[in-house]
């Protein structure tokens, strides 16, 4: 359980329960405030359970030194921001020590590096505070990009993609499947296609589990599931393709 008010009667997260293997994408769906980011939040310790425990590697989150945790996991914030500064800088924001190679590399991954190379300088462009001088999707894919940086063994992404287009989403996650299959990814999204290929996805209402599966064992169970698909898809292909 997960009260941001410590009132018992005010649960924003109740009886939450799951496990997630070592590698694992595990997709969140859900309507808005149906507690996915409280959710997720809970994992670096941004907040507390204020019922039960969240572990990590079978050790309870509250067991770690603070600093060990969040080095080993990398979160892209719903509200991601980017700082004034180049782009390499803000690449190196969660990792100092990165090399120039390892920024493109991560940059590539989160289908980054070509939009980069085609600005006026590169890797050495600045940045304007807020990142008000790229896009939205370019910002979220830097933001990607910036968490890819510091070689998480847990990444997790907070509706990052929502101004991606779908193929652009798509090829970031063929990236996460092939060149970084042991970071366990948790995927927050409103596109059913952002999460469909999930080893699980978790379906939220009203700050509890409403379903978990894969995307074919909800979408023949799980009417919230269904309802969301079923919107987002027409004539068999994804609305937002068509
Ligand atoms: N910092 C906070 N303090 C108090 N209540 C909060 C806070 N953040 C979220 N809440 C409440 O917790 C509930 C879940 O919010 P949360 O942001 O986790 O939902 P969400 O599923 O991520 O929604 P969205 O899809 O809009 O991002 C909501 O009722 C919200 O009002
Ligand atoms: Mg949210």
């Known amino acids: 359980d997960f009260s941001y008010t410590n009132d018992p009667q005010k649960l924003a997260l109740k009886n939450v329960s799951f496990s997630v293997k070592s590698g694992e994408t595990v997709g969140i769906i859900g309507g808005t405030g149906s507690a996915k ?71 590539r991954q989160a289908q980054a590096d070509e939009f980069i190379q ?35 063994k847990i990444l997790i992404l907070d509706d990052s993609t929502s ?13 996460f499947k092939e060149e970084i299959p042991n970071t366990t990814k948790f995927i927050i999204a409103q596109r059913v296609s952002s999460v469909q290929d999930a080893d699980k996805i978790i379906v939220m209402e009203s700050g509890s589990v409403n379903g978990i599966g894969t995307h074919d064992e909800l979408l023949a169970t799980n009417t919230i599931y269904q309802e969301v698909y079923y919107s987002q898809t027409k004539g068999g292909k994804i609305a937002d393709e068509a």
């Open 37 to 107: 980011t409280s959710l997720v939040h809970l994992i670096p310790r941004l907040y507390d359970a204020t019922g039960g425990t969240v572990k990590v590697g079978g050790i309870d989150v509250r067991d770690y030194d603070m600093q060990t945790l969040r080095s080993e996991v990398a979160m892209v914030l719903q509200k991601n921001i980017l700082f004034s500064g180049t782009i390499k800088d803000n690449l190196r924001w969660g990792n100092p020590a990165a090399t120039d190679a390892e920024l493109m590399t991560a940059a």
């Open 163 to 175: 101004a991606v287009d779908t193929r652009t989403d798509s090829l970031i996650r063929t990236a």
């Open 118 to 152: 085609r600005l006026p300088d590169g890797y050495d462009t600045y940045i304007e505070e807020g990142g008000t001088n790229v896009s939205g999707g370019q910002r979220q894919r830097l933001c990607i990009a910036r968490a890819l940086v510091k070689q998480p």
